[in-house]
């Protein structure tokens, strides 16, 4: 089935969620963080996803925003920092989040192919839209679509309903893209066709329902989508 429909994932596919903690680090007097700021970051990143898996078993659901100062909160005290500025600092900076570099091209491209463009996030709407226009991309989306619509983080099912029922197409039709093993594994699972994007070069995971296909960045996406009919 041909491909209608381009749907990705937000946070570490689209924006780089390490972006924050590395502006911090290189500003003048950073002091200490400058050391410490990758682990900061991948705590914080490691326990954003964690918790919104655990609210979601649970039945606990908040939004997105109350899950990420939750992490940065355990991922700060993790690393000895205590400083209620440089936290209010970093929260400001992820609500804005930078795009990897490819990303504007790469949209650009898939809407001169005449395919229709979303987010699927765990992302609140707020934060979403803030991550959006700060990279100047909502001109090159059709959806931004959040969890909150269902109230439930992904994995769930209710959460890809999403993208059928705002752009009325099938699953096979959808090419779901996300830098995340377990999501990508999931929305194989669910029916969409799937492009893991592998930044870190990890192995694939020991999980059922593989990505498609695998590249390490976002560069060439309208040029994958033939391999998918």
């Not at 991948?42 to 109350?66: E, M, V």
């Not at 931004?144 to 752009?167: C, M, N, Q, T, W």
């Amino acid at each position: 089935m041909t491909i209608t429909t381009c749907i990705f994932d937000a946070y570490g596919t689209l924006f780089d969620v390490s972006a924050a903690a590395r502006a911090v680090a290189e500003e003048p007097g950073a002091g200490a963080f400058a050391g410490v700021w990758q682990d900061v970051a991948g705590h914080w990143r490691a326990k954003q996803l964690q918790y919104t898996w655990i609210r979601a078993l649970t039945g606990r659901h908040t939004d997105f925003w109350q899950v990420t100062q939750d992490a940065l909160d355990w991922a700060l005290e993790r690393c000895d920092v205590v400083d209620a500025e440089l936290r209010e600092r970093l929260l400001g900076l992820y609500f804005t989040l930078a795009a990897y570099p490819e990303v504007p091209g790469m949209l650009a491209e898939l809407k001169d192919a005449g395919l229709a463009t979303g987010i699927l996030s765990n992302g609140s709407p707020e934060m979403l839209q803030g991550a959006v226009d700060s990279a100047l991309i909502g001109d090159m989306l059709d959806a931004v679509l959040s969890v909150e619509s269902v109230g439930i983080f992904k994995p769930d099912a209710r959460v890809y309903d999403l993208v059928g029922a705002h752009f009325g197409c099938r699953p096979d039709q959808v090419l779901f893209v996300s830098s995340n093993g377990w999501d990508v594994t999931s929305a194989s699972a669910y029916g969409f066709r799937t492009l893991w994007v592998n930044r870190a070069g990890e192995p694939v995971d020991r999980l059922p329902d593989p990505p498609d296909r695998i590249a390490s960045d976002l560069t060439g996406v309208a040029g994958l989508l033939g391999r998918f009919s």
